[in-house]
């Protein structure tokens, strides 16, 4: 598709579990981002990717959070060990470039209800 | 560090009148870049507007308009003629020039209710 692809769209976890959450970005673009948007707030950064390189992860809440971009296309956010306050939307962004002034793309979110 | 403040969590306009949201930020940096956002249900961020910190003119976008006031750090958006399509959550949203990251900063968001 042309725009920023995330799945699933909604996902319900058990407390403990632990979840995946895809993102597959608009073809070319350099730069990836996730952010979390808990309900009633702005969204957050969690973290970026440049190419496949994760250049910034200071968002991440703990070291139950992890990210990769192996191959500097999709990308995928993982969860350990799911607790409540991880319920939020998950939002993946994308831009063409790096740099100062590139739009930025988001996707539609991953919404998690934990359980 | 950076701060994005939206003062309204809600506001309502009549259809086809004007409104206008409020925005402040909190940063040191001199260069950067400000941008509103629209976030309907379906929770996709969809750019309305941007703003170089370096320009003093302020941007439109057709029925969008802001007023960039950056001494007092303010960066509010008018939208004209509203109309039934505009009712979404809105974001204020700084960003730092030189982030390599481009890493975005949100504020808690204003929730635009259209009357028709």
């Known amino acids: 598709g042309a725009g920023v692809s995330q799945s699933p769209r909604y996902k319900v976890a058990k407390r403990g579990q632990d979840v995946a959450l895809r993102c597959d970005p608009i073809?070319?673009?350099?730069?990836l981002f996730w952010y979390q948007q808990a309900l009633g707030q702005g969204p957050e950064f969690l973290t970026y990717?440049?190419?496949?390189?994760?250049?910034?992860k200071s968002g991440l809440p703990s070291d139950r959070f992890f990210a990769e971009r192996p191959e500097g296309s999709v990308s995928t956010l993982k969860i350990q060990r799911t607790q409540q306050e991880d319920s939020a939307v998950y939002l993946c962004?994308?831009?063409?470039?790096?740099?100062?002034?590139?739009?930025?793309?988001f996707g539609e979110g991953s919404w998690l209800t934990v359980v | 560090a950076q701060t994005v403040t939206q003062s309204q969590p809600e506001m309502s306009v009549q259809e086809a009148e004007t409104v206008t949201l409020s925005c402040t930020y909190d940063?040191?940096?001199?260069?950067?870049?400000l941008f509103w956002y629209k976030q309907p249900p379906s929770r996709q961020m969809i750019l309305v507007i941007r703003?170089?910190?370096?320009?003093?003119q302020n941007a439109t976008e057709n029925r969008f308009s802001v007023n960039f006031q950056k001494a007092a750090k303010s960066f509010s958006l008018k939208i004209s003629d509203s109309q039934l399509g505009d009712a979404a959550m809105y974001f204020c949203?700084?960003?730092?020039?030189?982030?390599?990251?481009?890493?975005?900063?949100f504020g808690q968001g204003t929730e635009l209710s259209v009357k028709p």
């Open positions: 703003q170089e910190a370096y320009k003093q």
């Open positions: 940063t040191s940096e001199s260069d950067y870049y």
């Open positions: 073809s070319g673009h350099v730069s």
């Open positions: 962004a994308s831009s063409p470039r790096t740099g100062f002034g590139n739009t930025i793309y």
């Open positions: 990717f440049q190419n496949e390189a994760q250049l910034d």
């Open positions: 949203a700084y960003r730092w020039a030189y982030n390599q990251g481009g890493k975005l900063i």
